[in-house]
């Protein structure tokens, strides 16, 4: 085959490569025999492309590295390994900015944030704060599982406990999105920067704070990422090359309305089932249960007198229509539930309007019409000082 032919196939012909041809297979080839072993240096190719083309460099202008050093492709590609950003991608840059964000802060220093979080003078210990107290005081590392309906104070209850405790706490929103990058942390643009960002994850294992997962039940299998976490043995940081061991203090407290298994009744649309090593890791779980009645009455008068709205009796009837729903609920007779966090909402909306039924009206509208209806006839039935007419927007009723 002529050199023309060659040069037209867009092959190189520049020696020291002798062109074979094949007339068996019908294709060009390149003489086997090997480069003469040239020595060259990482500073000499990336110096030489540097200056030919700049710091952005591709195969090609690799291979005329090649036959200036009079080595081989391979070679260049051996010496520039740490700069390749992709398939066909070299950048002479990379690892002197990867050697700097290496050493650089986080975006946001540890030492400027408080992460303690602020006592609620509304909240009433009940369940199982006293045990969930008494694991956090402990300061061992014992993995807690927090499961129950909505609504029903699981994370409230760790929030106070780390609040009455003095303990940091970093809670972290799981959901179906949430990943490694989400959790463990990764490169963060700050101030035309590129930096190494810690995520709450290794945020908490340095500080040794109580690590919240809320709503873990709503993860994909990305969640895995926190298995050698939730062994107590820290984590490495594959990114940066750092291994972070857990300081003292640190444990993983988990919140979820399932157990892990899913959601039959299809209450909590977007559980998944998570896996059941994953699961295994959390050495207790707690079955949250809602407040008894004179609980929730006394939840219910403390954050009344936050907002500056007492009324005893009306609080005590609520207490009351919500415990014989729940009641009915368990035994199959209605498909949803009032939660004390909905009857928070009642008190609060019963500080603006002054009219229990109008309170009620507006926050049980959430539920299909027959449920609606139904709770509205049942708090009637309780209360004989309201009145089951509907009240016109402008008028204001007192009871």
Not at 193 to 204: D, L, Q, R, Y
Not at 205 to 218: K, N, P, Q, S, W
């Amino acid at each position: 085959m002529s050199v023309d032919k060659v040069a037209h196939r867009g092959l190189p012909i520049t020696p020291p490569h002798s062109i074979l041809y094949s007339y068996t297979t019908n294709r060009i080839l390149f003489n086997p025999m090997p480069f003469e072993p040239v020595p060259v240096t990482t500073e000499d190719l990336v110096t030489y492309l540097t200056d030919k083309v700049g710091t952005e460099v591709n195969t090609k202008q690799l291979f005329e590295a090649s036959e200036h050093f009079n080595c081989s492709l391979a070679t260049v590609k051996k010496r520039l390994k740490s700069y390749k950003q992709g398939i066909g991608k070299w950048n002479l840059t990379v690892q002197e900015k990867l050697e700097k964000t290496f050493q650089a802060p986080s975006a946001m220093p540890s030492v400027v944030q408080n992460l303690i979080p602020f006592k609620d003078d509304s909240y009433v210990p009940f369940g199982n704060f006293a045990d969930v107290k008494k694991v956090i005081n402990s300061k061992l590392f014992y993995p807690v599982f927090i499961t129950g309906m909505s609504g029903n104070g699981k994370t409230f209850s760790v929030e106070q406990a780390c609040a009455v405790l003095n303990r940091e706490l970093i809670r972290v929103n799981i959901t179906i999105e949430t990943d490694e990058d989400d959790l463990i942390g990764g490169f963060r643009l700050v101030n035309g920067n590129t930096v190494w960002h810690n995520g709450p994850v290794v945020e908490a294992l340095e500080r040794g704070a109580i690590l919240l997962l809320d709503e873990v039940d709503l993860a994909s299998n990305k969640i895995l990422c926190l298995q050698s976490v939730l062994e107590g043995k820290g984590v490495f940081l594959k990114k940066i090359g750092r291994y972070v061991k857990p300081s003292a203090g640190f444990n993983i407290i988990a919140t979820a309305n399932t157990k892990g298994k899913g959601s039959d009744d299809g209450r909590f649309i977007g559980t998944n089932v998570l896996n059941e090593a994953f699961l295994e890791r959390f050495a207790l779980t707690f079955e949250q249960e809602y407040p008894a009645p004179k609980t929730e009455q006394k939840i219910l008068e403390k954050v009344a007198a936050i907002v500056g709205k007492n009324d005893t009796e009306f609080y005590q009837n609520l207490a009351n229509w919500a415990d014989i729903i729940r009641r009915t609920f368990k035994d199959g007779g209605i498909d949803e539930v009032i939660s004390t966090r909905r009857l928070v909402h009642i008190v609060r909306a019963y500080s603006i309007w002054n009219d229990r039924m109008k309170a009620i009206k507006v926050c049980v509208n959430r539920f299909d019409e027959e449920t609606k209806q139904s709770f509205i006839e049942l708090y009637d039935k309780i209360d004989a000082g309201v009145n089951l007419e509907e009240t016109d927007e402008g008028t204001e009723q007192t009871v």
